[in-house]
């Protein structure tokens, strides 16, 4: 098709909303169409450009032994309060109810949805390892949805589920997910980084997790590494190593008058003692 026939209508205005330089280029572009708060229609120029991520995606998750699947994107409230997250993600998901009086919601995820299916085909260890993954929508109620397509509403995403009968075969599962994300990230030519991550409410806060950070000015995560330690990890997680702290040993509380004293520095110089060592008490 010819650039003049096609469907394409670009903007001088810069949209109000538009925070970052991503979001106000997309929508000057005339790759987006405004809906509602963080919900967007992807239009023609959108579409091309997203094939072409998902085309990648689909190339790296199959190479890693993913199938590919399309789960519903409404879901029963049985399957969540199974789990026990129908109250706890209650906040980010969209519940309502059908003609029927039965609950039901939008997927933010589909963790519940996937272990539903699994539990009612797999029916022996040997048809293990399992590795399913789609690409599909998405909606999480956020609070203040920002950033366009960084923090939205309704969003694309690409998520994927795996089983395994042994601890070994889950490792070696993960180090597949973990190379096929590297080679995709690459693939698409973002400059990014590995940090250890917090599962938060989708696993167990022993769990081996990592994401694969795109840096950039703007955005909600930060992070903190080392070049010299080969560390890097979101600033949840991220933990330190103290070295040389000695403690004097504790010693018997006593009052002793500071009068005329009228700052900590006063103080800490009467009492010979640092300021760093030094309470001040907020009545």
């Known amino acids: 098709m010819r650039l003049s026939q096609a469907y394409w209508q670009t903007y001088k205005e810069v949209p109000k909303d538009a925070e970052i330089p991503s979001h106000r280029l997309m929508m000057r572009a005339g790759f987006l169409h405004k809906v509602g708060s963080g919900i967007y229609h992807y239009l023609p120029f959108a579409i091309r450009t997203l094939q072409k991520i998902e085309a990648i995606i689909r190339e790296e998750m199959n190479r890693a032994g993913s199938m590919e699947v399309k789960m519903a994107v409404v879901t029963p409230a049985e399957l969540w309060q199974e789990s026990g997250r129908w109250e706890a993600a209650r906040d980010v998901m969209l519940q309502f109810k059908d003609r029927a009086e039965k609950e039901m919601c939008i997927s933010p995820t589909n963790e519940e949805t996937v272990t539903d299916i699994f539990r009612k085909t797999v029916k022996s260890y040997k048809q293990l390892p399992v590795s399913l993954y789609q690409i599909n929508t998405k909606f999480r109620d956020e609070i203040r949805p920002r950033f366009g397509l960084m923090r939205g509403r309704e969003f694309v995403m690409k998520d994927a589920y795996t089983f395994h009968e042994s601890k070994e075969c889950l490792d070696e599962g993960y180090d597949k997910m973990y190379a096929a994300y590297e080679r995709a990230f690459t693939r698409l030519g973002l400059e990014f980084i590995v940090v250890e991550a917090d599962a938060g409410m989708m696993a167990g806060a022993d769990c081996k997790t990592h994401e694969f ?16 330690a080969n560390y890097a990890s979101n600033i949840e997680k991220a933990a330190t190593i103290r070295k040389g702290l000695d403690f004097a040993a504790a010693a018997d509380l006593k009052e002793v008058e500071t009068k005329g004293k009228s700052t900590i520095k006063d103080v800490c110089d009467f ?13």
């Open 271 to 283: 009492l010979k003692i640092p300021q760093y060592q030094s309470l001040k008490s907020l009545i």
């Open 213 to 228: 950070q795109v840096v950039a000015d703007t955005g909600e995560d930060l992070v903190v590494y080392s070049n010299e």
